[in-house]
């Protein structure tokens, strides 16, 4: 089955992860990127145009009803929570959770709930624990959860909490995660060939 969506989430140290993540994927990579990056109220643009300097993928930042696309990094906009929705994200300015807005679980669990078996997880550094009931939501509906190697990470307490959560996940370098994706994505797209055979 191939996958529909790519869902990352990370806070601290998060800029620097990110590049090295989005910079090891080819410009053509067939599928929609959604990123939770912790960050302040005050921060606007800057992030994506930081991290469009990192990679020949697309980088646009959310605006509500934006529909997913194809070899693009779909940024949340800070103080907003994401929302994935069937082809397109949506916006909302409920309460944060667990003192985050954007919020990764709840990006990730409604990314879950659409897409299920479609969707990729990925939880990267950060400080706190956002990402992990989120990314277990999403290995409990048959998605697929990466994990950076809390080793590899600037601070490790969001992904160890991920691993705790899915001690099934795949923790990998922070280097690997690119390459992962590009393989999972070519599996994939080996086995609907096979289907269609």
């Known amino acids: 089955m191939a996958f529909s969506v790519v869902?990352?989430?990370?806070?601290?140290?998060?800029?620097?992860?990110?590049?090295?993540?989005?910079?090891?994927?080819?410009a053509d990579f067939p599928i929609p990127i959604v990123v939770v990056q912790h960050r302040g109220k005050e921060s606007e643009h800057l992030l994506r145009e930081l991290l469009q300097d990192t990679t020949k993928l697309t980088v646009c930042e959310i605006e509500d009803k934006d529909p997913l696309k194809a070899c693009t990094?779909?940024?949340?906009?800070?103080?907003?929570?994401?929302?994935?929705?069937?082809?397109?994200?949506?916006?909302?300015?409920?309460?944060?959770?667990?003192f985050s807005r954007p919020s990764i679980d709840v990006m990730f669990t409604s990314a879950g709930d659409v897409y299920r078996s479609e969707t990729i997880g990925v939880v990267m550094t950060g400080a706190n624990e956002d990402g992990a009931r989120g990314l277990r939501h999403i290995a409990q509906l048959g998605?697929?959860?990466?994990?950076?190697?809390?080793?590899?990470?600037?601070?490790?307490?969001m992904p160890a909490a991920a691993i705790k959560a899915v001690p099934k996940a795949e923790v990998l370098p922070l280097a690997s995660i690119a390459p992962r994706l590009v393989e999972l994505c070519q599996q994939a797209n080996q086995v609907a060939r096979l289907k269609t055979v």
């Open 7 to 26: 869902v990352v989430g990370t806070s601290w140290g998060g800029l620097a992860a990110l590049s090295k993540l989005l910079g090891g994927l080819p």
């Open 73 to 98: 990094v779909h940024l949340a906009p800070s103080n907003y929570h994401v929302l994935i929705e069937q082809g397109f994200v949506s916006l909302t300015t409920e309460d944060p959770v667990r």
């Open 143 to 157: 998605g697929r959860a990466l994990v950076q190697d809390p080793k590899t990470a600037e601070i490790p307490i």
